[in-house]
């Protein structure tokens, strides 16, 4: 599972602060997934639960990393109908079908045989002929698989799924999890750019999370479109300015439409999305990149509750910004 961030995490109670308030709080950073991870939080007991933590992400990719050989995702992947699969991928795809549900197939797990023709997985950056797509979008959709309590099936042996969409937001949500059971509920948690947050920082403030620019080539945290600050509540940014390839004059996307198996082609640059999950945040933000900022707006008028800000081209070269109520009142700095 790999993502790159395109977020920056402003985390108060490290920049010098460790006497605005009582409380002790630790960070830990690491790579795990293909990505890193940066975790913040206040225990009255001085616990650090890095051991904790890390066994929580060998869990996850032990389950549903497409990196390693033996994973359960990799199994399944390799079966030719059904097969009995751990608890954690079980609830993976149980999320993943009720998300495609809910985005009218926007969001689906059985896209990356596409992603990897098109090279995005392993930077080959190649265009596939339309023979090919079509060949492979017989073998795309919801519908192609079925859970059944924990056993996985597929109605064709060439389907297999990638949940690297969802994963790092539902890893944070269980380590977030985690925390809650051993009454810790001052953190931050941070896999891939994927956030939950709880309670406050060591300013006893919200916590700071800046939405990066939509610059080709950037640094993360170098040019900040937006600051928000969320607490109870996950966010995560989903974008396309900074994964694309260029063959024979045209852009693509590393965003792949599940119904036409091409490189979405609209002007949305990134949306970053808040709601109660960190699972659901990054479902929805992959969701809205793959519907373009018209069909998004949509179905946040339509689903109240769900936060959002979307970052789109003008037209003259210039950027636009849309965003949802709710996430008006969030906004610290522009």
């Known amino acids: 599972m790999r993502k790159h961030s395109l977020l920056f995490i402003i985390i108060l109670a490290l920049l010098g602060c460790a006497s605005c308030s009582s409380k002790e709080y630790i960070q830990l950073t690491g790579f795990a997934q293909g990505t890193t991870y940066a975790i913040t939080f206040a225990d009255k007991q001085g616990r650090d639960f890095h051991g904790d933590i890390e066994q929580i992400f060998e869990q996850v990719d032990q389950s549903m990393s497409l990196y390693r050989d ?9 079966a030719n109908d059904c097969f009995e699969v751990d608890s954690l991928l079980a609830e993976v795809v149980a ?3 009720e998300y495609s549900a809910q985005t009218n197939g926007a969001f689906d797990i059985t896209i990356g045989p596409l992603v990897r023709e098109w090279g995005f997985h392993m930077k080959k950056n190649q265009v596939p002929t339309e023979s090919r797509v079509a060949e492979l979008l017989a073998f795309t959709g919801a ?4 859970l059944k309590g924990n056993t996985l099936c597929k109605s064709n042996p060439n389907v297999s799924i990638d949940v690297n969409a969802i994963a790092p937001g539902f890893t944070a949500d269980l380590i977030a999890d985690f925390f809650e059971s051993k009454d810790v509920l001052d953190y931050l948690v941070e896999v891939g750019g994927e956030i939950r947050a709880s309670g406050s920082n060591s300013r006893g403030e919200a916590w700071m999370v800046g939405v990066d620019k939509p610059v080709d080539n950037a640094l993360s945290g170098e040019n900040l479109q937006v600051i928000i600050a969320i607490s109870g509540k996950s966010l995560v940014t989903s974008g396309n300015y900074r994964k694309f390839f260029v063959k024979d004059g045209v852009r693509y996307s590393h965003t792949v439409s599940p119904s036409t198996g091409y490189p979405v082609n609209h002007s949305l640059l990134s949306a970053t999305v808040i709601d109660s ?4 945040a990054d479902a929805l933000a992959t969701s809205f990149m793959v519907m373009g900022v018209d069909l998004a707006k949509l179905w946040l008028i339509q689903n109240p509750g769900v936060e959002a800000y979307l970052v789109f081209s003008s037209g003259d070269g ?3 910004v849309w965003m949802s109520e709710g996430l008006k009142g969030m906004i610290v700095e522009n």
Do not use: G, H, K, P
């Not at 999950?277 to 659901?280: D, I, L, N, P, V």
């Open 70 to 78: 033996s994973s359960i995702i990799n199994l399944f992947n390799s």
């Open 95 to 97: 999320l993943s079908l």
């Open 143 to 146: 519908d192609m698989i079925e």
């Open 277 to 280: 999950t960190a699972a659901r």
């Open 318 to 320: 210039d950027y636009s």
